[in-house]
């Protein structure tokens, strides 16, 4: 119960003697002496509070109710739009995986049609290298006999302008010397290739004279040194010549011989 003073909690004493005593026994204010009617107001107006107490309870417990009602049924509709995003989620990630496993398959047809495609280039690739390898040495063999022939085309070409501008030189005779007797005649022969010139030299202790003859004369003589009927025991005369060559060298004393020393360089 509550002290009648100060309105805490007490406890209640209660003491028989030729009447019924009821105390307040507060531990601020101490025994306190309660007449019945004033119990039955105290009892009364506790009665009064825990009634206040139990509807300002219930009132807290409808709104908390109802607010709860609220929210849990917001929740629920909020968990029903998420559910609904999860499940379209799912569903285009279902259809995602679809695709993507479809695509994956086709790249993996592709990368199989590839890889055989990549193996038949590569056996192409070979063969190929392999006919290259040939080519490329029939390649150098055909070059080196192009660099042979230009140098065989070159070395001609050269020979030619040698021969067309009669700059080349062969000596026939250097200092030869033969002994013609009286009388007596002697045949020099020499065999050239290309047309040009001979430039002969000669000295004799008697008088000679000499005829050039020729192949492309039908073996006749065609030049004679010195001019008939003349003679010498010595000269030099330049005659054209082709083919073979004759040289008849006559010694026109009839009573002693001679040694005749020539020289003979033919030009072409």
Known sequence: MKCPNCGRFSK????????????????????????????????????????????AFSIILLVT???????????????????????????????????????????????????????????????LRS???????????????KADLVDDKNSIQKEL??????SKMIVLESNSSYALPAGRNMTLSYDITYAGFIEVNFTSFMDIYIWVGSSISENG???RYPAFPQTAYNGTFTVPVCFDVYLFIVNTSTNSGTDVTLTIEYTY
């Open 12 to 55: 209640v004493k209660i003491s028989e003697d030729d009447k019924v005593n009821i105390y307040s026994d507060c531990s601020y204010c101490g025994l306190i002496n309660i007449v019945r009617n004033d119990i039955e107001k105290v009892t009364e107006k506790e009665t009064d509070y825990l009634k206040i107490a139990l509807a």
């Open 131 to 145: 006919e290259y390898s040939v080519l490329e040495g029939l390649y150098s063999m055909l070059a080196q006999e």
């Open 161 to 166: 302008d040698d021969v067309l501008s009669f």
């Open 221 to 223: 003589y065609y030049a």
């Open 65 to 127: 109710s109802v607010f709860l009602y609220i929210k849990l049924d917001e929740g629920n509709r909020n968990n029903a739009y998420a559910r609904s995003i999860i499940e379209e989620g799912y569903t285009q990630l279902n259809n995602s995986y679809y695709s993507l496993r479809e695509n994956y398959l086709i790249l993996l047809n592709t990368s199989s049609s590839l890889e055989d495609y990549y193996i038949e280039l590569r056996e192409m690739y070979s063969t």
